[in-house]
């Protein structure tokens, strides 16, 4: 039987360096910390340039020219640069190419109607920070902002009022509930109008109305079923990046933020009864709501919870089967979706997948499954799960592939430290896996389509 071949952009001079040791993934973005009434800046970035006078293509890195190298060797991560003059240089050339990148999607995005290839061909090489150009083109690709910016702000004022009428009817107490049902009941009734107590008499409460009830059409019993859940939410929202002060902390700022994840959580378990809520939910909400709310228009950062929700139904919709139990062991639950990157990793590297699920026998149940749920929210710092969301969102194929081609990326680069290992070493590498660039990462991943 005859080995299948590892492809050629692999033996390249660029995957040949030594890999940088592992550490212990402390690098995680921490953000300065902030008053209680100041808003968390953006991760900083260097101011935009003027746009240029007429747009240009955008352009693509060549693949780096193939050298020589064993095919057994791993492609590691790209050599990390000791030297202090080259390092300004790469951050020179860095700068200079997201400025460039920048220039394009504000000259795209000023246009009357916007071309959503274009728009999607430029963001899949990363947004740069800063600027608020993330949060639009975010809810352009999740489609919550329509191509045409003429019909922008009603399509906004649509929507956010939609929400709050969502806050209004599922986020109430039963007791507010029941005081204006009983409000609108007795509307013509001179005597209990006039009634300061606002409280119905016990002959008024009807079964469905009782707190003790047990009916399905309880709205007390629906209320103590909800309760679980909303305790659930309300413990895993605390428990959202404790190491940036934009979600934890004492400040009546992390506090409101909080509150809105919160808030979007409960309202969309309670709108969705065949998922509800499950555990994870809130790493995937973090990076649209920090985004939209460090947006520099006080108008859209104002409004950032109900443009987060909307926009998390969007992305959620591509993924929820991952989410649904019932659906586990279906062609389109979460181990059909494991299964497909395991026959991804087959197809481009036979020798690596071999070596894992039959050798060492990792199953890959025992970290994909974290990597796909949570779209890789807590394999990177949260700034490099920025960029990567960028090409998840953009990608015209949709976000599910583009995910799975990234993950067998992500094994692909550290195949060498995978070959070396075995089951103990490799369960610990892939749980916790190495810092990477993630250009290089995404470079990858898009050298893995079909």
Known sequence: MVKKKVPDWLNSSLWSSTPPPED????????????????????????????????????????????????????PKPQVIENETSNSNSDRNDDENGSFIQSHLLSELSKKVINMSELRRIATQGIPDGGGIRSTVWKLLLGYLPPDRGLWSSELAKKRSQYKHFKEDLLMNPSEITRRLEKCTNFDNDELKCESSGMLSRSEITHDEH??????????????????????????????????????????????????????????AKLNP????????????????????????????????????????????????????????????????????????????????????????????????????LLLTQEFNFADSLHIWDTLLSDPEGPQETLLRVCCAMLILIRRRLLAGDFTSNLKLLQNYPPTNISHLLYVANKLRS
């Open 211 to 268: 707190p003790l009830s047990l009916g399905k059409t309880s709205i007390w019993n629906q209320f103590f079923q909800d309760t679980e859940i909303m305790e659930q939410i309300d413990r895993d929202v605390k428990r959202t990046h404790p190491d940036m002060h934009f979600f934890s902390g004492d400040s009546s700022f992390a506090k409101s933020n909080q509150d809105a994840l919160r808030n979007i959580l409960i309202v969309f």
């Open 274 to 373: 065949g998922i509800r809520y499950v555990q994870g939910m809130n790493e995937i909400l973090a990076p649209l709501f920090y985004v939209f709310r460090n947006d520099p228009d006080e108008e859209f950062a104002a409004s950032a919870e109900p443009d987060t929700f909307f926009c998390f139904v969007e992305l959620l919709s591509g993924f929820r089967d991952n989410f649904c139990q019932q659906l586990d062991n279906s062609v389109v639950g979460i181990r059909s979706t494991i299964t497909k990157l395991s026959q991804l990793l087959k197809e481009h590297d036979e020798e690596l997948w071999r070596h894992l699920e039959v050798t060492t026998k990792v199953n890959p149940q025992f970290y994909a499954f974290r990597w796909i749920t």
């Open 24 to 75: 212990d993934r402390l690098q995680r973005y921490v953000p300065k910390p902030i008053t209680a009434d100041a808003v968390e800046p953006p991760i900083p970035v260097a101011a935009p340039p003027a746009p240029a006078p007429a747009p240009v293509p955008i352009p693509v890195p060549a693949p780096p020219t193939p050298d020589v190298v064993s095919i057994q060797q791993e492609p």
